[in-house]
């Protein structure tokens, strides 16, 4: 089968599109005909080997993806041949990743796809929708009528943690880098939408929400604490998913003072039951139209190498690339 791996971690270029032997699904495993996959910053890390993490050589990347099942290992029950399945949080503690014709992964992992949902669409929500879903419900606990803020509302995570909170009844403000941005951060649900180069985003959430926010989610990897701080209201939660080298300045008492609290978490920590709980949801979600994918491109899988240059330019150099998700088909 064709498949995007590694024989050592290394720069994008170290990526090869070549031939390896299709996987057999073993006890508890499902053999999934891949459709489509999606990138996400932690495979460009762990390709680089910024992250460190158990890679059984030669190393299939990527987390997510969509397809349909072609055969099941013995015990594996939950899905039979010719069912539409998605998943994420492959590619990590040992497992194989997803970018190849062919990928074996533990049933326990798979979600079944909506009949009306695209594959590219269930790949493109895959591991940022789990993400959103869990630092708004099992983290935060945002409540209807909440008011939720959130840095960087029309990226990967940060779109879905806009629609997931408007889906929870939320009112909901976004920063975007451009005014195409800031439409698109409304399309998706933002009840305030604002450009975070152009405009006073303090004096804005201030006014829109004179008591504070409820919940500050952070999307970049350098948050600033002081300026955040402020804008949280009593009680308020603020949610940390990003930024493994930050050692920002914090500012203790304004923050004691308001009873805060301060959430981080990495979705891959989480059981596949809880990531299943999160995808019953994004399942009902996308198929009622509530919760839509934000890609922004759809590549070859051949050009995963260059995937993997945009997506480290947008995400670490910040260069404005990409609004969205790069979707992959083998
Ligand atoms: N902890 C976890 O479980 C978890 C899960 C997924 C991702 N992550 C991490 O979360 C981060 C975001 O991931 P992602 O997939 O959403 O990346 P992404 O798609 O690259 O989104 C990042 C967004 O940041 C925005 N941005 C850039 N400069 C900004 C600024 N000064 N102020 C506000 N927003 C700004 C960009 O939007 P504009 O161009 O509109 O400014 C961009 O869309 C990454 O570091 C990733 O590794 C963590």
């Known amino acids: 089968m064709k498949a995007v791996y590694i ?28 459709r489509a996959v999606a990138v996400n910053p932690i495979d460009t890390y762990i390709r680089a080997g910024m992250v460190k993490v158990n890679l059984p050589l030669p190393f299939i990347v990527g987390c997510d993806l969509a397809g349909v099942v072609e055969a099941c290992g013995t015990e594996a029950k939950r899905f039979k041949a010719g069912d539409r399945v ?30 009306n949902v695209r ?4 790949a493109a929500v895959s591991l940022v929708g789990i993400t959103a879903h869990l630092g708004l419900f099992a983290k935060a606990r945002l409540q209807a009528g909440e008011t939720i ?6 990226g990967g995570v940060g779109s879905m943690v806009v629609q997931l909170a408007k889906a929870a009844g939320a009112r909901v403000v976004a920063t975007a880098g451009s005014d195409e941005r800031v439409a698109k951060a409304r399309s998706f649900g933002a009840d305030l939408a604002l450009n975070h180069r152009t405009q006073d985003v303090a004096a804005a959430v201030k006014e829109f929400a004179p008591a504070g926010v409820n919940v500050f989610w952070e999307t970049q990897r350098e948050p600033d604490f002081d300026k955040a701080v402020l804008l949280l209201a009593l009680r308020g939660r603020f949610v940390l998913m990003a930024g493994r080298e930050a ?38 979600w996308l198929a009622e139209g509530k919760v839509r994918a934000n890609i922004d491109r759809v590549l070859p899988l051949s050009e995963a190498a260059a995937a993997h240059r945009l997506q480290e ?8 690339a990409l609004a969205g998700k790069i979707v992959l088909k083998p």
């Open 7 to 34: 024989n050592a971690p290394g720069p994008a270029d170290t990526l090869i599109f070549g031939g390896l032997p299709q996987p057999q699904a073993r006890v508890g495993e499902v053999l999934v005909r891949v």
């Open 119 to 122: 594959d590219e669409d269930a």
């Open 86 to 115: 998605w998943c994420s949080n492959q590619g990590l503690a040992g497992r194989q990743g997803t970018f190849a014709e062919f990928a074996c992964v533990e049933e326990r992992w798979l979600n079944a796809t909506p009949a």
């Open 313 to 320: 330019e947008s995400t670490l150099q910040k260069s404005g």
């Open 149 to 154: 803020f959130i840095n960087g509302g029309a």
């Open 247 to 284: 050692r920002p300045v914090f500012p203790v008492g304004p923050f004691y003072v308001k009873d805060c609290s301060l959430h981080g978490f990495a979705m891959f920590n989480a059981t596949a039951d809880e990531q299943r709980g999160c995808a019953d949801d994004l399942n009902r």
